[in-house]
């Protein structure tokens, strides 16, 4: 059982960067795969990056790679999503994820999500 908080977002300009982060609750949260999708103007919600529960393993998005990186910080119970060189196409609400299990790009496969931060990225 875990429960997501985000925050972070916010407005800035295309070549800035952001950092978002991702509080948990519980008391299982080392063992947990975390991931960050996004949903901007097209239908669904878009796989973005995920780490897993050890931080070994990361993944990321063909249209977020080496301009996003996800970490986590298992003692204060917090992952971040540091995002770098945005572009105006990175806008969208971005939500945070847990999962039991590995490292998945799949939405479907997330079982908690937080309720979502905005990120505005301006031309």
């Known amino acids: 059982q875990v429960q997501l908080l985000e925050s972070g977002g916010g407005l800035v300009q295309a070549g800035g960067s952001l950092r978002l982060s991702c509080a948990a609750s519980g008391r299982t949260f080392s063992s947990e795969t975390m991931g960050w999708f996004r949903r901007g103007t097209g239908p669904g919600r878009e796989f973005v990056a995920a780490?897993?529960?050890?931080?070994?393993?990361?993944s990321y998005a063909d249209s977020v790679k080496d301009r996003f990186t996800i970490s986590r910080d298992n003692a204060k119970n917090t992952i971040y999503l540091q995002m770098n060189s945005l572009k105006p196409e990175d806008t969208a609400v971005y939500y945070c994820?847990?999962?039991?299990?590995?490292?998945?790009?799949?939405?479907?496969?997330?079982?908690?999500w937080g309720q979502g931060t905005q990120v505005t990225v301006s031309s």
């Open positions: 780490v897993s529960g050890s931080g070994g393993s990361t």
């Open positions: 994820a847990a999962r039991v299990g590995g490292v998945t790009y799949t939405y479907l496969h997330y079982d908690f």
